[in-house]
Antibody, heavy 116, light 104 residues
Framework: EVQLVESGGALVQPGGSLRLSCAAS????????MSWVRQAPGKGLEWVSI???????KYADSVKGRFTISRHNATNTLYLEMNRLRAEDTAVYYC??????????WGQGTLVTVSS | ETVLTQSPATLSLSPGERATLSCRAS??????LAWYQQKPGQAPRLLIY???NRATGIPARFSGSGSGTDFTLTISSLEPEDSAFYYC???????FGGGTKVEI
């Protein structure tokens, strides 16, 4: 059974940094496309970033230059490094396996709150 | 950039009724559109991909249709557990529509 478990969400001040983790089981992160999708409180879904099997990465314009997606093959874990955080980055962050650019398995999400 | 517009914003129906949700793209996305269901406090769940293919484990009462710019998600006979938000998503830029809330 595929399982994704996010962690690392916290309250952080504007301009601060945070690293989110997504531990995967039941499949191999490096053999799949993997994404981060976020949802601001009471709002819709927004794709944030994707990492391909090759290691190539892409980002939404709203986070480009501030966020970095990566993976650690030995621990089968996906990461999202977030720098220069803004209030508008406040959201639940989900990791998701991505098959032909659709999000087929999702974690339960982790809440990031950016506030002073 | 292709924008996805969902309508209506809210749909209030009774159990057993048919629900028809619309997703319109600002330019053609061919058949490359998916639908997701999200219940309060839960992660989204993939229902339909490539416009009309049901994902694994999705009940047959959920069906999708359309191509180009106009897409429809149909729930043939609503069950109480179908109360949720429904989002469409296009494949090329991984963007989502604004969502439709289905109240039963």
């Amino acid at each position: 059974e595929v399982q994704l478990v996010e962690s690392g969400g916290a309250l952080v001040q504007p301009g601060g940094s945070l690293r989110l983790s997504c531990a995967a089981s039941g499949f191999t992160v490096s053999s799949n496309y993997m994404s981060w999708v976020r949802q601001a409180p009471g709002k819709g879904l927004e794709w944030v970033s994707i990492i391909y099997k090759s290691g190539t990465t892409k980002y939404a314009d709203s986070v480009k230059g501030r966020f970095t997606i990566s993976r650690h093959n030995a621990t089968n874990t996906l990461y999202l490094e977030m720098n220069r955080l803004r209030a508008e980055d406040t959201a639940v962050y989900y990791c998701a396996s991505t098959v032909t650019y659709y999000f087929d398995n999702w974690g339960q999400g982790t809440l990031v709150t950016v506030s002073s | 950039e292709t924008v996805l517009t969902q309508s209506p914003a809210t749909l209030s129906l009774s159990p057993g009724e048919r629900a028809t949700l619309s997703c319109r793209a600002s330019q053609s996305v061919s058949i490359y559109l998916a639908w997701y269901q999200q219940k309060p406090g839960q992660a989204p769940r993939l229902l339909i991909y490539d416009a009309s293919n049901r994902a694994t484990g999705i009940p047959a009462r959920f069906s999708g249709s359309g191509s180009g710019t106009d897409f429809t998600l149909t729930i043939s006979s609503l069950e109480p557990e179908d109360s949720a938000f429904y989002y469409c998503q296009q494949r090329s830029k991984l963007t989502f529509g604004g969502g439709t809330k289905v109240e039963i």
